[in-house]
Structures are given as C-alpha cells and as structure tokens.
C-alpha cells in the first residue's frame, strides 16, 4: 500500500509513518523542514500544487495532517499561520487528488477535537456533540481555535470527489512516549514536582495512546462503510484533577504542586502558549468507532499512562546504554 502523509514530520506524523513503514507500506511523507527518515520524505510548501502531486496519483491513502503548531502565543501572525496551514494544505491537497488520474480510494483529513463546546456534563460525540464558537463566556483564544476548527473542515467539505472516501479525524491528544510530545511535557511537569490540578481541575481532558491512533487509522482503512466526521478519542476522558493523579501514580510521585487560574495565566505569557490548551474542557467520545465495533487496546487512562512511562523508562534506558 502506498501512504501519502502531508504534514507528517510532526509527532503524530512521525508515529504514523513509522508504524506503516515497519508494516511494509511505501510511505511518502510531505513536509515543509524535510528530514532524512527510513522514509521517503519530500519537500513542500503546504499551499500550493508543486511535484509532490505526482506521489498523490497512483497512492491508496492519503493522511493530511498538516498545521502549524497551536503551542504558541495567540499574535496576530500567529493566528493567521495557524489557519492558513491548516486550510492552504488543505485545498492543495484536494487540488492533488481531484487532478489524479488514478486518486487514492480514501483521503483521511486531520481536524480537532476542540471543534467541540467547552462541556464538564455533556459527552461530545459525532451526532449528539455541541460545536463550539458561540459561547458568550469563551475567550477569545477559544473561540479563535474552534473557528480554525471549523474553517479547516469546511474547507475540506468543499472538495468535491468522486472516487476518494473521505473522513475528517477529530482527534485528541496523542500521547507518545516520543521526545518533545505532550506525554512528555506533562512526564517534565510530574518530574519537577508540578504536576497537580490545572485551575479547578473539573476540565476534562480527552486522549488516546498512539498505538490506539495508528490502530484506528489502520481500521478506518479497511473500513469502507465509513466516511464524514469520526472521533479518534479514548472512550474514557477524565477530569483533569483525576488524569494528573493517575499520571503521578504511574510516575511513583505522591505529589503535585496544583496551579491555580492566575498562576497557569502567568506562566503561559513566559512559555509562549495559551491557557486554553489546559483550561478548556474537552470532554470527547468516539461514539462512531465503537459503534462499528473498534476496540481500543487502551481504553483507560490508568493502564496508558503505565504503558507510556515503561516505555519511557525503557527508551532512557536504551539511550544511556548507547
């Protein structure tokens, strides 16, 4: 099977390539900074039809998971980046495949779960879920980021293809036990003795462990009865107060210093990124996969959490060996 995967040098990228690498696959991965992978990796610029076109003709799957990175302060630039990533790559890869003689049989297209209103009692899933953006109590930075949400998908919506399946992945945190990933600054946090409640600690926070979002890709693909809108999520998201507790449990720590509102605001000015990305309640379930009959090989947060740090454990051991 040839995968295109546009985007795909980032972390959740990087797990799928290298899942469908080790499978066999002939992986092809679209990126703006290209990298030498076991891979192929080729160089784009996320907007506009170039040669990578040709990859997209005669390809099975292709996974769009372009965007530029929303851990970041909420400027101006940066919010007009953040969308034009996400739309630009967008149209230029449904540009690709409505001009391919021979157009893969399914374009999976990356979306978020924070498309989503901020709910603490009302589990959001595909049919019953209550988009955000009108809430008159949002910030502005929410807002901002349910806005994204929605453009990406509409412009996705507006391409029009008769012989490509297409579903739009509205998907949570992936947690890896890869460097530089979420697990990973949340594992820092634990560590430092700073890994308590974030404000009151009633958010929800919606998750699913990589081997579960590969596993869902790979299902989704041979799953022809399905298309539009799919929740890629753990089926148990939990309060934030509960998710760090499991964590430190995990990590063998008894304590973490909890940050109140004020304090999350402060540090997020010196970090450079955005209160939301904590403080919003993502409370998501992903109705339709179980519905089909997907099984989740995590489907709590306490035995991910376990697997994540024995793999961590696991790969600073190898790498102080090495």
Request: proline share 4%.
């Amino acid at each position: 099977m040839k995968v295109v995967i546009p985007g795909g040098s980032g972390q959740v990228g990087t797990v799928l390539a290298r899942a469908f690498h080790a499978d066999g696959h002939n992986v092809i991965v679209l990126s703006r900074n290209p990298k030498v992978q076991p891979w192929r990796v080729l160089a784009w610029d996320g907007a506009t039809l170039g040669d990578w076109r040709d990859e997209i003709d005669g390809s099975d799957v292709v996974v769009n998971l372009t965007g530029r990175s929303v851990n970041c302060r909420y400027t101006t630039a940066n919010r007009r980046e953040i969308l034009e990533s996400r739309v630009l790559s967008t149209l230029a890869v449904g540009a690709a495949i409505a001009r391919a003689a021979r157009p893969p049989r399914l374009w999976l297209q990356a979306s978020t779960a924070t498309i989503y209103a901020h709910s603490y009692d009302h589990a959001n899933d595909e049919c019953s879920g209550i988009l955000g953006g009108q809430e008159s109590t949002a910030p502005s930075s929410w807002r901002f980021s349910i806005n994204v949400a929605r453009e990406w998908e509409r412009a996705f919506d507006e391409v029009m293809l008769e012989r490509t399946r297409k579903i739009a992945l509205r998907s949570a945190m992936t947690l890896s036990p890869d460097p530089g990933g979420v697990f990973d600054t949340l594992l820092g946090l634990v560590r430092r003795g700073l890994g308590g409640r974030a404000g009151d600690g009633r958010q929800f926070m919606s998750w699913i462990h990589y081997e579960d979002f590969v596993a869902a890709i790979r299902w989704l693909i041979e799953r022809e009865d399905i298309d539009g809108v799919v929740n890629v999520a753990s089926p148990n998201p939990l309060p934030n107060a509960e998710f760090m507790q499991i964590l430190r449990d995990a990590c063998g720590t008894s304590f973490g210093l909890p940050a109140t509102k004020w304090m999350l605001e402060i540090g997020a000015v010196f970090m450079r990124t955005e209160t939301e990305l904590i403080l919003k309640s993502r409370r998501v379930v992903p109705t339709r996969l179980l519905e089909h009959g997907f099984e989740f090989k995590f489907p709590t947060w306490r035995e991910a959490a376990r697997d994540l740090q024995q793999w961590k454990l696991t790969l600073g051991a190898s790498a102080r060996a090495a």
